[in-house]
């Protein structure tokens, strides 16, 4: 969350002459809710479920960029799915860095509602460190402060 996966994914996309795809503007495309409300209304384990689903079926698309949610690649095996069917982009930054793009959101993510600066800072600190595993699989490490895709 608040690396730049969709900036980056875009100029990635544009850079490499291929489409680009958001996959949470997919769920909200395919479900007609928003990530946000979908999360409030049936939980996060419904919206994971459905994910997974609408993951796999990129399989079948071509000259792609996809830029997935945060934790996409954390749940049912999906960045192993990824890692088959693609390559996986990391891109790293640091729990202060995160947290100030986090404090400067206009649109806060479903899991970081409502948090002060000192919670906010220890869930992200939280789910870095939960999640670091699966994003270290990547074979593509980039500092998502200034990511370059040369």
């Excluded at 900036?7 to 958001?22: I, P, Q, V």
């Excluded at 954390?74 to 192993?80: E, K, P, R, Y």
């Excluded at 600066?117 to 220890?122: E, I, V, Y």
Aim: glycine share 8%; net charge positive.
């Amino acid at each position: 969350m608040y690396c730049g996966k969709t900036t980056f994914g875009r100029k990635l996309a544009e850079e490499k002459g291929m489409d680009y795809l958001d996959l949470d503007r997919a769920f909200e495309n395919r479900y007609h809710y928003t990530v946000p409300r979908f999360f409030a209304t049936f939980g996060e384990e419904a919206f994971r479920k459905l994910e997974s689903q609408l993951l796999r079926s990129t399989a079948a698309l071509d000259n792609v960029v996809i830029a997935t949610g945060g934790g996409t690649p954390c749940h049912s095996g999906n960045m192993d799915f990824i890692l088959e069917n693609g390559t996986a982009i990391y891109l790293q930054m640091s729990v202060d860095a995160l947290v100030e793009r986090a404090l400067r959101s206009r649109n806060p993510r479903p899991l970081m509602r409502g948090l002060s600066p000192d919670a906010l800072r220890a869930k992200i600190q939280s789910q870095l460190m939960e999640r670091e595993p699966f994003y270290r699989k990547a074979p593509v490490i980039l500092d998502g402060r200034d990511p370059q895709f040369n």
